[in-house]
């Protein structure tokens, strides 16, 4: 019974538990839904707050790196200013022809003066005239110091009179790193020079502080640090600042918040800023900076949400959070109603606008509040009169109840506006949201004149680009379907004359005839080639013109020579007459020859037996330095319509026969961009049936001692242009060749070749070889030296460099003729070949009789 009564009261003490907390529930149903609320408000308000502050991080951050690249411009507008005056005095010293020691003490009054200007030993200035450097003081010098060949040097020479700001480097002769700024003087061959070291670099206290635990750097164009506000080691700094320059440079620092992290492990907002120099300013700034005192907000708020289940103040808090928002709501709203300069609020059921921000033109013309009919044609008026219909049907009451009935909330378009004597395009946009009343929306103009003609003018040039492209992918696939056919046609022939000759290795006859055959498709594709790489060479601008002195008549002798054969082998005549006063010149003699070649290819291709062709060089005579070359046919011509894209790359004449003319179609374009190169003109005249005349007209400098030789004219007819291509070298019998060759195909053609000639030779197959088998050899054993240009272990310029070095042990190392042998025969490839030291250069394959006659002016045995 006792049991029973003591059950019976746990049972109601449990009831009246549970009725408590049901009572308790639903007293503060209405807080825990506001509860509810106020977590899910609270989780999205600390997303917001997170990314406000980082975004006014970023404002900050970036202003920060503004106002210390505008530090930095000031000093190196500072440094351009100082570095042009002083220029300008210093042409005009120069006019005064000083000696070097009258130079030196004006630029010691230099030093002093923007020592006094600068700070003390601030800056070294130096000049540099005809390549020697004149410094302001006594620096230790270093005798291998060559000014000319320091990038600094190259800017400044290049930028053409425009101040240069060099990247760091280590200086030479005081063995330390400094910045340089150069400047070309307008006398020539002189430069004036101011070396800054980084320690002593011009770094202004900037007006705005650098946030606590901050850091600053800022950097040349490639990465050196020239200055650095930090607390990190230079050791764990120079990686660290890599990876933040890589991050700007690949653009994976222009995301909203960019950040890295430290050595430290610390995370890092990164603002930076690039100079017109290409010198860049970097802040970065600590997270915890930036974010302040975000977390223990969290914290707060977490306390004031456990706090919320007991008291109902959380009403207040919410209300005060809300009249927060609604404050940031409204700052955003109004600022992007700045972005409009006229907003208006229409009420499309009662025809009524209501003006929230007018333009002066529409304020004058129209109340504040009125009839929205009248208010559209005020507005219309001052729109582009082809486009006034446009503007009135587009937001006409029924065109916006329409829009309205299909949900539509951002309509709109873009129109040009009369704004006092000149139209500019602005755009008028139609916003409705379910927010406003339901038979209201809001219309608002932007002015976005310069955006507008931007966009109009990417289009129109999208479309040029897009036109063009076109255009040449036509002619690209015309070039390469002709040039597929034209290939295989010498291909097919090499392929089937082989066949032949080793079917019938008896008919020692039909066998020259196939040989001769295979040569002549052998060249054809050879120069197929050729035309498709020097035009891949044209399109990336990459043509180079070398000068040099060379022999014009004996040239053009060279140039021809070929041809005079080619001329008597299919019966047509040739002829080349020089009636040049002079015959030494200064100029590219390889692209002179590349033209030649180009020339005279198409007259012997566009002529039939019993044509002329013939080649006419002569002096102008009001201008000696120029010499005018005309080289003129009798073939098949070409018709005015072709001579407009004569000089377009791809382009083939396809009248009559001359379609099926092998060709690329480049060699005239080709022609056009080297005589442009070497600043020459080209003209052309030509008719169907009557043949062509190409005339050019080149600068070549001639040199003091052959202006005063007068020369008559001299004629080359074809007996004697072709003279030494095709008799027997017999003169070269005895000579002994050192010659380095990796292929083995290749060492045979010229060891049989040469052998043929009478000529010993010994092979190294790598320029290490070579080089050992010269060494070892008595002194003059060896008449010359043939060396490939690309071989294993040792190249041929490394090879022929090393030989020439070793003019102290043995005489001839100097004097031995070095002739390179290469599949490259462009104009770099030569002036490498010279400045190894070798005296000729022969392209891939070998024309015999062309090294034949080599040899003879290398090693003095002339016919």
Same mark, same amino acid.
Request: a negative charge.
């Given at each position: 019974m006792?049991?029973?009564?003591?059950a019976?009261?746990?049972g109601?003490?449990h009831?009246?538990k549970?009725?408590?907390?049901?009572?308790?529930?639903?007293?503060?149903?209405?807080?825990?839904v @506001?509860?509810v609320?106020?977590?899910?408000?609270?989780?999205?308000?600390?997303?917001?707050?997170?990314?406000?502050?980082?975004?006014?991080?970023?404002v900050?951050?970036?202003?920060?790196?503004?106002?210390?690249?505008?530090?930095?411009?000031?000093?190196?507008?500072?440094?351009?200013?100082?570095?042009?005056m002083?220029?300008?005095?210093?042409d005009?010293?120069?006019?005064?022809k000083?000696s070097?020691?009258?130079?030196?003490?004006?630029?010691?009054?230099?030093?002093?003066?923007?020592?006094?200007?600068?700070?003390?030993?601030s800056?070294?200035?130096?000049?540099?005239i005809?390549?020697?450097?004149?410094p302001?003081?006594?620096?230790?010098?270093?005798?291998?110091?060559?000014?000319?060949?320091?990038?600094?040097?190259r800017?400044?020479?290049?930028?053409?009179?425009?101040?240069?700001?060099?990247d760091?480097?280590?200086d030479?002769?005081?063995?330390?790193?400094?910045?340089?700024?150069?400047?070309?003087?307008?006398?020539?061959?002189?430069? @004036?020079?101011?070396?800054?070291?980084?320690?002593?670099?011009?770094?202004?206290?900037?007006?705005?502080?650098?946030?606590?635990?901050?850091?600053?750097?800022?950097?040349?164009?490639?990465?050196n640090?020239?200055?650095?506000?930090?607390?990190?080691?230079?050791?764990?700094?120079d990686?660290?600042?890599?990876?933040?320059?890589n991050?700007i440079?690949?653009?994976?620092?222009e995301?909203d918040?960019?950040?890295?992290i430290?050595?430290?492990?610390?995370?890092?907002?990164v603002y930076?800023?690039?100079?017109?120099?290409g010198?860049?300013?970097?802040?970065?700034?600590?997270?915890?900076?930036?974010?302040?005192?975000?977390?223990?907000?969290?914290?707060?708020?977490?306390?004031?949400?456990?706090?919320?289940?007991?008291?109902?103040?959380?009403m207040?808090?919410?209300?005060?959070?809300l009249?927060?928002?609604?404050?940031?709501?409204?700052?955003?709203?109004?600022?992007?109603?700045?972005s409009?300069?006229?907003?208006?609020?229409?009420?499309?059921?009662?025809?009524?606008?209501?003006?929230?921000?007018?333009?002066?033109?529409?304020?004058?013309?129209?109340?504040?509040?009125?009839?929205?009919?009248?208010?559209?044609?005020?507005?219309?008026?001052?729109?582009?009169e082809?486009a006034?219909?446009?503007f009135?049907e587009?937001?006409?009451?029924?065109?916006?109840?329409?829009?309205?009935?299909?949900?539509v909330?951002?309509y709109?378009?873009?129109?040009?506006?009369?704004?006092?004597?000149?139209?500019?395009?602005?755009?008028?946009?139609?916003?409705?949201?379910?927010?406003?009343n339901?038979?209201?929306?809001?219309?608002?103009?932007?002015?976005?004149?310069?955006?507008?003609?931007?966009?109009?003018?990417?289009?129109?040039?999208?479309?040029?680009?897009?036109?063009?492209?076109?255009?040449?992918?036509?002619?690209?696939?015309r070039?390469?379907?002709?040039?597929?056919?034209?290939?295989?046609?010498?291909?097919?022939?090499?392929?089937?004359?082989?066949?032949?000759?080793?079917?019938?290795?008896?008919?020692?006859a039909?066998?020259?005839?196939?040989?001769?055959?295979?040569?002549?498709?052998?060249?054809?594709?050879?120069g197929l080639?050729?035309?498709?790489?020097?035009?891949?060479?044209?399109?990336?601008?990459?043509?180079?013109i070398?000068?040099?002195?060379?022999?014009?008549k004996a040239?053009?002798?060279?140039y021809?020579?070929?041809?005079a054969?080619q001329?008597?082998?299919?019966?047509?005549k040739?002829?080349?007459s020089f009636?040049?006063?002079?015959?030494?010149?200064?100029?590219?003699?390889f692209?002179?020859?590349?033209?030649?070649?180009?020339?005279?290819?198409?007259?012997?291709?566009?002529?039939?037996?019993?044509?002329?062709?013939?080649?006419?060089?002569r002096?102008?005579?009001?201008?000696?330095?120029?010499?005018c070359?005309?080289v003129?046919?009798?073939?098949?011509?070409m018709?005015?319509?072709?001579?407009?894209?004569?000089?377009?790359?791809?382009?083939?004449?396809?009248?009559?026969?001359?379609?099926?003319?092998?060709?690329?179609?480049?060699?005239?374009?080709?022609?056009k961009?080297i005589?442009?190169?070497?600043?020459?003109?080209?003209?052309?005249?030509?008719?169907?049936?009557?043949?062509?005349?190409?005339?050019?007209?080149?600068?070549?400098?001639?040199?003091?001692d052959?202006?005063?030789?007068?020369?008559?004219?001299?004629?080359?007819?074809?007996?004697?242009?072709?003279?030494?291509?095709?008799?027997?070298?017999?003169?070269l019998?005895?000579?002994?060749?050192?010659?380095?060759?990796?292929?083995?195909?290749?060492?045979?053609?010229?060891?049989?070749?040469?052998?043929?000639?009478?000529?010993?030779?010994?092979?190294?197959?790598?320029?290490?070889?070579?080089?050992?088998?010269?060494?070892?050899?008595?002194?003059?054993?060896?008449?010359a030296?043939?060396?490939?240009?690309?071989?294993?272990?040792?190249d041929?310029?490394?090879?022929?460099?090393?030989?020439r070095?070793?003019?102290?042990?043995?005489?001839?190392?100097?004097?031995?003729?070095?002739?390179a042998i290469?599949?490259?025969?462009?104009?770099?490839?030569?002036a490498?070949?010279e400045?190894?030291?070798?005296?000729?250069?022969i392209?891939?394959?070998?024309?015999?009789?062309?090294?034949c006659?080599?040899?003879?002016?290398?090693?003095?045995?002339?016919?």
């Amino acid at each position: 019974m006792v049991r029973q009564n003591s059950a019976d009261r746990k049972g109601i003490r449990h009831g009246k538990k549970q009725r408590r907390i049901r009572e308790t529930l639903l007293r503060i149903r209405k807080s825990l839904v @506001l509860l509810v609320l106020f977590a899910a408000i609270s989780t999205v308000s600390f997303h917001v707050i997170q990314n406000n502050l980082l975004d006014h991080a970023r404002v900050m951050g970036d202003g920060l790196a503004l106002s210390y690249s505008v530090e930095e411009e000031k000093n190196i507008t500072a440094y351009q200013v100082l570095m042009n005056m002083e220029t300008n005095y210093l042409d005009q010293f120069l006019e005064s022809k000083p000696s070097e020691e009258e130079l030196k003490a004006w630029l010691s009054i230099f030093y002093k003066n923007t020592g006094e200007a600068l700070g003390k030993n601030s800056i070294l200035p130096y000049a540099v005239i005809n390549g020697a450097i004149i410094p302001a003081i006594e620096v230790p010098k270093n005798k291998s110091y060559d000014p000319t060949s320091y990038e600094w040097y190259r800017q400044a020479d290049a930028a053409d009179g425009a101040v240069i700001f060099s990247d760091m480097y280590q200086d030479s002769c005081q063995k330390m790193p400094v910045i340089t700024i150069a400047k070309k003087c307008k006398t020539p061959e002189t430069f @004036l020079a101011f070396d800054i070291f980084p320690e002593k670099f011009r770094i202004s206290t900037n007006s705005q502080e650098l946030p606590n635990a901050s850091s600053y750097y800022l950097c040349d164009k490639a990465g050196n640090v020239l200055y650095s506000e930090t607390s990190l080691e230079e050791e764990r700094m120079d990686p660290y600042l890599k990876r933040i320059l890589n991050g700007i440079h690949e653009g994976t620092l222009e995301e909203d918040h960019p950040y890295v992290i430290n050595p430290n492990g610390e995370k890092r907002g990164v603002y930076y800023e690039k100079m017109d120099n290409g010198w860049t300013c970097i802040v970065t700034i600590p997270y915890k900076e930036l974010l302040g005192n975000f977390w223990n907000v969290t914290l707060w708020y977490m306390g004031l949400f456990n706090f919320c289940f007991a008291l109902v103040l959380f009403m207040g808090v919410n209300s005060c959070l809300l009249s927060r928002k609604m404050k940031r709501i409204n700052e955003t709203v109004q600022v992007l109603g700045n972005s409009f300069y006229a907003i208006y609020r229409v009420n499309f059921k009662n025809d009524v606008y209501d003006m929230i921000k007018g333009s002066e033109y529409v304020r004058s013309q129209v109340p504040e509040k009125g009839r929205y009919s009248d208010f559209l044609k005020i507005v219309g008026g001052v729109i582009e009169e082809h486009a006034y219909q446009e503007f009135i049907e587009s937001f006409s009451l029924s065109n916006i109840n329409h829009l309205v009935s299909q949900k539509v909330q951002d309509y709109g378009g873009d129109f040009r506006r009369r704004f006092q004597d000149d139209y500019r395009w602005v755009s008028v946009r139609f916003l409705y949201d379910e927010s406003l009343n339901k038979d209201e929306a809001v219309l608002c103009f932007r002015e976005v004149d310069e955006e507008k003609k931007s966009q109009l003018k990417h289009q129109h040039i999208l479309e040029t680009a897009l036109d063009r492209a076109k255009k040449n992918e036509d002619a690209q696939n015309r070039f390469f379907s002709a040039m597929s056919h034209d290939m295989r046609t010498p291909l097919s022939a090499i392929i089937g004359m082989t066949e032949l000759a080793e079917k019938h290795p008896e008919d020692t006859a039909q066998v020259k005839s196939y040989l001769r055959r295979i040569g002549v498709s052998s060249r054809q594709l050879l120069g197929l080639i050729n035309d498709i790489l020097e035009m891949s060479r044209v399109q990336k601008g990459k043509i180079t013109i070398e000068n040099s002195d060379f022999d014009l008549k004996a040239a053009i002798g060279d140039y021809t020579a070929p041809f005079a054969i080619q001329a008597e082998r299919e019966n047509k005549k040739f002829s080349v007459s020089f009636q040049a006063r002079n015959h030494r010149v200064r100029g590219d003699a390889f692209r002179l020859g590349q033209v030649m070649n180009n020339l005279l290819s198409n007259a012997f291709k566009f002529t039939k037996p019993g044509d002329s062709i013939s080649v006419c060089i002569r002096q102008e005579e009001l201008s000696e330095d120029r010499f005018c070359i005309v080289v003129s046919d009798t073939g098949a011509g070409m018709s005015e319509e072709f001579l407009t894209r004569l000089f377009l790359p791809y382009e083939r004449e396809t009248r009559f026969g001359a379609k099926y003319i092998a060709g690329t179609g480049l060699g005239m374009a080709i022609v056009k961009s080297i005589v442009s190169q070497m600043d020459g003109q080209i003209k052309v005249d030509s008719r169907l049936g009557e043949g062509s005349m190409f005339t050019l007209l080149l600068p070549f400098e001639v040199l003091p001692d052959a202006k005063e030789k007068e020369h008559t004219e001299t004629a080359l007819e074809g007996s004697e242009a072709k003279e030494g291509s095709e008799r027997e070298y017999t003169n070269l019998s005895g000579l002994k060749i050192l010659l380095a060759e990796d292929n083995e195909i290749n060492m045979e053609i010229c060891r049989e070749m040469l052998g043929m000639a009478g000529i010993q030779v010994t092979e190294a197959w790598n320029g290490r070889e070579a080089l050992e088998a010269f060494r070892a050899s008595s002194v003059s054993h060896f008449d010359a030296v043939l060396m490939d240009m690309q071989m294993p272990e040792m190249d041929g310029c490394a090879a022929a460099m090393a030989i020439r070095n070793l003019k102290n042990e043995r005489k001839d190392a100097e004097t031995i003729p070095i002739i390179a042998i290469t599949a490259n025969a462009f104009s770099e490839d030569i002036a490498a070949t010279e400045a190894a030291g070798m005296n000729a250069h022969i392209s891939k394959p070998i024309d015999f009789p062309v090294l034949c006659r080599t040899l003879e002016r290398l090693t003095g045995n002339r016919v």
